[in-house]
Nanobody, 115 residues
Framework: QVQLVESGGGLVQGGGSLRLSCAGSGISFSPNAMGWYRQAPGKQRELVASITIGGRTNYADSVKGRFTISRDNGKNTVYLQMNSLNADDTAVYYC?????????WGQGTQVTVSS
């Protein structure tokens, strides 16, 4: 059974930083491109960042220059370093393959940025 477990969220003041982690079981991340997604209240889930098998990264315009996605295949874990956070980053953050192939999403991790 595939399971994704996101962690590292919390309440942070504007301008602060957080580092999210996503650990997978029942699936190997190494042969997959991976992505971080987020869903803010009342909005659709959106792709925030992706990383290819080879480590090439891509970011949504709204987070470019502030967020960094990385992966550790040995730990079957994907990370999202988030700096200079602002209120618009408040959302539940999820990981999944990119494009999305795992139908059972994890519980996500809540990020709340106070202004």
């Amino acid at each position: 059974q595939v399971q994704l477990v996101e962690s590292g969220g919390g309440l942070v003041q504007g301008g602060g930083s957080l580092r999210l982690s996503c650990a997978g079981s029942g699936i190997s991340f190494s042969p997959n491109a991976m992505g971080w997604y987020r869903q803010a209240p009342g909005k659709q889930r959106e792709l925030v960042a992706s990383i290819t098998i080879g480590g090439r990264t891509n970011y949504a315009d709204s987070v470019k220059g502030r967020f960094t996605i990385s992966r550790d295949n040995g730990k079957n874990t994907v990370y999202l370093q988030m700096n200079s956070l602002n209120a618009d980053d408040t959302a539940v953050y999820y990981c999944n393959t990119y494009p999305v192939r795992i139908t059972s999403w994890g519980q996500g991790t809540q990020v709340t940025v106070s202004s």
